[in-house]
């Protein structure tokens, strides 16, 4: 526009929605300040309601950085407490007027250096002295105190216990680690005293290695690779494993970095089936059936979880009741992050704090702020605003529809392409929006869940819909996307590289009971409270999308519903029996259920595979997981023997122990740091940075993991009350499988009697069928409960 034509007209800031004007009490909360442009001047206009808003918003941000300064503090100090310094203090105080010298004669020189200032009576040089021995005595005990507490969470001894008896010294053991981990921890209390992950010996590691790889190669393979790991462990491994050590030494954990990095984060292929993973609601029951009220709760819910973690309320999680705490540090970036493309890597964004969410609905995205008058907004204040974006009438813009398309398909093109368009203007800004956000949310315009006179079809189409739905209607970059279904169902698609499956489960079982038991909904399905019409609408993100970038976004979608469609998922609830009648046999729930996959493998195809069986290494600072091979020599033994009909119960029930015995010792082993894969994988990477190869590793590297197996843990099994509310049980999660032709198992134990599995494969795969294995799996899971004698009946009346 010419300055001429500018100079003559009246231009005023207006603010639209929808291609609607905003109502001018809107407006007037919307901008501190509303100006107009006249040939005579300017004239400022100030709104007093926004000058609040914004004062209010000052405050809420001061009240948090002092939060974060005060855990910090208590933190930092811990096991001790701030207030325990001036006990200390107080203490050497009273000595020092007692005439006793605590210090043996400390004090005396701090006296003197004291005396040098030349500006302290003998009385104020006495009590600085006594303060700044008090103080350094302080930190000593605190330092003191956390080194013994790191060394006494070294041993594991107590794992390797048989079940259900404890030795007079771990009972001792158990008593010194409570005496220093002092009281009310928080969150992150526990991480400075928690050991480091150890560097097993190399032979150890290459003896295990060829242990269990043994029942799965014929003797010629077995002998070449027993030859190659020999000559690895004596030769190149000793090399390779001095760095190892040296970086064990110098970084806080020698596996994390490296297997966020080069296992997630230079990732090449699709975020979508191939690394995310999903969570589902509860699996009977639907709370309210509108779909604003479910979505309100819901994210309320989910903001309270990141308010007590931003104040580092949620209670660490400790084993052994209550004693042995587990790293905390996959929780700091639950919230605010995004995963953000490369061409060679992508990278981890993560903010301190952020103040709204982004909503898709109907290929468009809004944004929401959680905050009005300086407070969190209540339930039925969200509901208010996913209701004013269901109720939208307007159509998505040239190319928004299918935008996040571009998450799901390969990371190259999504990383130039968010280069070339989205570096500036308003696609920088709304692109801005979606990543800094708290969380994403997507409001599905289908209906999933359990539909008992379905159930097979119903769970298969509502676990395929978490984990990749329409394909471009989820962010898999952020990480965790909410989903609320059109029928007041929910779930979760979480991003892999920030953190385990574990963390984003105990967000979510809060959600859940949160939800139901502690929010509630009103009689007419809505959440509880009233609206308020004065907060403003949701804004609608803007975008100008070139054709050249919705033909990058047309390729993305079809890679990613070539992918989608290729998935084969069963979900189902087995109903038989559960944990409790699993234990009435004196056996681990878990090794009862890897075994009764072996046996379900092996009837399904014929033949072994190499198992993977996710555990964790929490027990160490910042330690995430570590490969259970669950395919062993005994479980073989085992398998062949129940499928053999010349072998009698006897002989089968013999077999079921020992292997699962030795499920759990090799459980054991991984969670304390005497794993195989993550040492090898560590190792290799070493090599790669020397430009050294080694046939051993790469092969070891090379193999597949056909059967891809994951327990999805319980942890706050006190928020459901299932003798009481025996319909609240939990669905769990699942992800997709992770070789071409192979099956990836997750499954979950609810309560005593009902264990939820979730099964893929691919259908491009001639070898494998989900439905297949699931039925090869019941049956499995009979047959083994049969051995111990426990009939339909039986298992009727434990129920």
């Known amino acids: 526009m010419p300055a001429r034509s500018f100079r003559r007209r009246k231009e005023r800031l207006t603010f639209r929605r929808s291609g609607r004007?905003?109502?001018?009490?809107?407006?007037?909360?919307?901008?501190?300040?509303?100006?107009?442009?006249?040939?005579?001047?300017?004239?400022?206009?100030?709104?007093?309601?926004?000058?609040?808003?914004?004062?209010?918003?000052?405050?809420?941000?001061?009240?948090?950085?002092?939060?974060?300064?005060?855990?910090?503090?208590?933190?930092?100090?811990?096991?001790?407490?701030?207030?325990?310094?001036?006990?200390?203090?107080?203490?050497?105080?009273?000595t020092m007027y007692a005439k006793i010298d605590p210090s043996l004669g400390i004090i005396a020189k701090i006296n003197r250096t004291l005396d040098t200032t030349g500006y302290m009576s003998s009385q104020t040089k006495n009590i600085v002295s006594g303060v700044l021995f008090g103080t350094g005595l302080w930190v000593a005990l605190i330092i003191t105190m956390r080194y013994s507490l790191k060394v006494l969470l070294s041993y594991h001894g107590w794992m390797f216990a048989e079940h259900g008896k404890m030795s007079r010294a771990t009972r001792i053991w158990m008593c010194m680690v409570k005496i220093f981990s002092g009281r009310k921890p928080m969150l992150y209390s526990f991480q400075t005293s928690l050991p480091r992950l150890p560097v097993p010996a190399v032979k150890d590691t290459v003896n295990r290695y060829l242990e269990s790889v043994r029942p799965l190669m014929k003797d010629e393979d077995f002998k070449r690779m027993t030859a190659l790991a020999q000559d690895f462990a004596v030769n190149l491994g000793p090399r390779l494993q001095w760095y190892l050590k040296l970086k064990s030494w110098w970084a806080?954990?020698?596996?994390?970095?490296?297997?966020?990095?080069?296992?997630?984060?230079?990732?090449?292929?699709?975020?979508?089936?191939?690394?995310?993973?999903?969570?589902?609601?509860?699996?009977?029951?639907?709370?309210?059936?509108?779909?604003?009220a479910r979505a309100g709760n819901g994210i309320h819910a989910i903001l309270l979880y990141r308010h007590k973690l931003d104040r580092e309320e949620i209670k660490p999680i400790l084993l052994l009741g209550s004693t042995v705490p587990l790293c905390s540090a996959q929780w700091e970036r639950m919230f605010n992050t995004c995963r953000i493309?490369?061409?060679?890597?992508?990278?981890?964004?993560?903010?301190?704090?952020?103040?709204?969410?982004?909503?898709?609905?109907?290929?468009?995205?809004?944004?929401?702020?959680?905050?009005?008058?300086g407070r969190l907004l209540k339930p039925r204040e969200i509901e208010q605003q996913i209701q004013r974006i269901l109720d939208d009438p307007s159509e998505p813009q040239a190319g928004e529809a299918k935008l996040a398309a571009l998450t799901a398909g390969e990371r190259v093109p999504w990383a130039k392409c968010r280069q070339a368009y989205f570096g500036r203007g308003k696609n920088k800004q709304s692109l801005d929006a979606v990543e800094k956000a708290a969380f994403f949310v997507t409001l599905d315009e289908t209906e999933q869940g359990y539909r008992e006179e379905d159930p097979d079809a119903s769970m298969d189409s509502y676990a395929k819909s978490l984990l990749h739905g329409r394909c471009s209607d989820r962010w898999f970059d952020k990480s965790f996307t909410f989903i609320v279904f059109k029928n007041g169902k929910m779930g979760?698609?979480?991003?892999?590289?920030?953190?385990?499956?574990?963390?984003?489960?105990?967000?979510w079982e809060y959600v859940m009971s949160t939800d139901c038991f502690q929010l509630g909904y009103a009689e007419d399905g809505h959440c509880?409270?009233?609206?308020?019409?004065?907060?403003?609408?949701?804004?609608r993100l803007q975008w100008d999308i070139?054709?050249?970038?919705?033909?990058?976004?047309?390729?993305?979608?079809?890679?990613?519903?070539?992918?989608?469609?290729?998935?084969?998922?069963?979900?189902?609830?087995?109903?038989?029996?559960?944990?409790?009648?699993?234990?009435?046999?004196r056996t681990s729930p878990d090794a009862f259920v890897q075994l009764a996959l072996q046996l379900a493998h092996y009837k399904d195809m014929g033949k072994f595979c190499l198992t993977y069986e996710a555990s964790m290494t929490r027990l160490f600072r910042e330690g995430r997981t570590e490969t259970v091979r669950s395919c062993s020599s005994e479980s073989c033994n085992f398998v062949l023997a129940m499928v053999d009909p010349t072998q009698t119960v006897k002989q089968k029930l013999r077999l079921f122990k020992?292997?699962?015995?030795?499920?759990?010792?090799?459980?054991?082993?991984?969670?304390?740091?005497?794993?195989?894969?993550?040492?090898?994988?560590?190792?290799?990477?070493?090599?790669?940075?020397?430009?050294?190869?080694s046939p051993f590793l790469k092969e070891v590297l090379s193999e597949p993991w056909r059967l891809s197996t994951s327990q999805t843990p319980q942890q706050q099994v006190e928020l459901f009350d299932l003798e009481r509310n025996p319909e609240y049980v939990s669905s769990g999660g699942g992800f997709g499988p992770v070789a071409d032709d192979g099956y990836g198992v997750s499954y979950i134990l609810v309560g005593e009697n009902l264990i939820n599995f979730h099964i893929s494969s691919k259908f491009s795969s001639p070898e494998t069928d989900s439905h297949r294995f699931g039925k090869h799996l019941k049956q499995a899971m009979n047959d083994i409960m049969a051995l111990f004698g426990f009939s339909s009946n039986s298992r009727k009346e434990f129920h």
């Open 252 to 292: 806080t954990n020698y596996v994390s970095d490296w297997w966020e990095e080069y296992v997630y984060l230079r990732g090449r292929g699709p975020l979508m089936v191939n690394s995310n993973y999903y969570a589902m609601d509860l699996l009977y029951v639907i709370p309210t059936h509108l779909q604003a």
């Open 21 to 94: 004007s905003l109502k001018m009490a809107e407006a007037h909360q919307a901008v501190a300040f509303q100006f107009t442009v006249t040939p005579d001047g300017i004239d400022l206009r100030l709104s007093h309601e926004a000058l609040k808003q914004i004062y209010l918003s000052g405050l809420h941000s001061w009240k948090k950085k002092f939060i974060r300064f005060k855990n910090g503090v208590i933190t930092g100090v811990y096991p001790a407490s701030p207030s325990s310094w001036l006990i200390v203090v107080v203490g050497v105080m009273s």
């Open 528 to 539: 509880k409270g009233d609206t308020n019409p004065n907060i403003p609408y949701p804004t």
């Open 546 to 585: 070139p054709e050249e970038c919705q033909d990058v976004i047309e390729t993305s979608l079809n890679t990613a519903n070539i992918l989608a469609s290729d998935v084969d998922f069963h979900s189902f609830p087995f109903h038989a029996f559960g944990k409790g009648l699993i234990k009435k046999c």
């Open 492 to 507: 979760m698609n979480a991003e892999h590289s920030w953190a385990d499956a574990p963390v984003v489960g105990h967000l």
């Open 658 to 693: 020992i292997a699962s015995e030795k499920h759990q010792h090799l459980y054991r082993l991984a969670m304390t740091g005497s794993g195989i894969d993550r040492h090898l994988f560590c190792l290799y990477v070493v090599s790669k940075y020397l430009a050294v190869d």
């Open 341 to 373: 493309p490369g061409e060679e890597t992508d990278t981890i964004q993560h903010l301190r704090d952020s103040k709204h969410i982004v909503v898709f609905h109907k290929g468009r995205y809004f944004k929401v702020w959680l905050y009005h008058d």
